[in-house]
Each structure stands twice: as C-alpha cells, then as structure tokens.
C-alpha cells in the first residue's frame, strides 16, 4: 500500500490551496482518512480526519477555514485550506487506516507535502 500526496505550494495569506492524497495497492477498505502536518521545531499534529462513515475532526486551530472530503471509489482525500495564515505553513502528510486484507490493517503515510504561507 502506498499514499501519494500532492498540492502544496507557495500562497499569500488569505489565499487557498487544496491538498489530496491517493491510497493505491492491496486494499479492502479504508476506515479514517487524516490529515497531519508538522512545522519547524514542532510535533506532528492532526489537523482533521473523516472516518468511514462521515465524521469528521478539526484541529481548533483550523476550524471554519479548512475542509475535509474523501472519495471512496477513488481511495482518496482531501483538504481545502481557505483563508490560510502564516501559521498554517508545514509540511502536510495525509494518513489511512487501511484494511491490506481480511486480516492485515495498519496506518499508511503519505510522503508529506509542503505549504508555505508568506507575502
């Protein structure tokens, strides 16, 4: 199983940036889809999540700026960042719950994807 993340960028703040993240490989299903990310000199933090069935998760932080999807068929997710702040810049990995097999589960990574919000 592998994730493939892409859509960061260089944005203004205020501006927007949408992120997705493609599950491929041995998969029988997928349970919570996250996203996480990590600034310099701090811990890796999650940002938002949507499990199988539709809930959803936000860091506070992000909350009314930041929305997550995720697209079964396509074994993807996504992140729409709106309204994006300096503090908003890191390095974003999106994170699965996979199902390998009827008796293989385990948490993937995606290779991490970077955004930078600066004038």
């Known amino acids: 199983v592998q994730l493939q993340a892409c859509g960061g960028g260089l944005v203004q703040p205020g501006g927007s940036l949408s992120l997705s993240c493609a599950a491929s490989?041995?998969?029988?299903?997928?349970?919570?889809m996250g996203w996480y990310r990590q600034a310099p000199g701090k811990q890796r933090e999650l940002v938002a999540s949507i499990t199988s069935g539709g809930s959803i998760y936000y860091a506070d932080s992000v909350k009314g700026r930041f929305a997550i999807s995720r697209d079964n068929a396509r074994k993807s997710a996504y992140l729409k960042m709106d309204r994006l702040e300096s503090e908003d810049t890191a390095i974003y990995y999106c994170?699965?719950?996979?199902?390998?097999?009827?008796?293989?589960?385990?948490?993937?990574w995606g290779q991490g994807t970077k955004v930078t919000v600066s004038s």
């Open positions: 994170n699965m719950d996979i199902m390998s097999t009827l008796w293989s589960r385990g948490q993937y």
């Open positions: 490989g041995s998969i029988v299903s997928i349970n919570v």
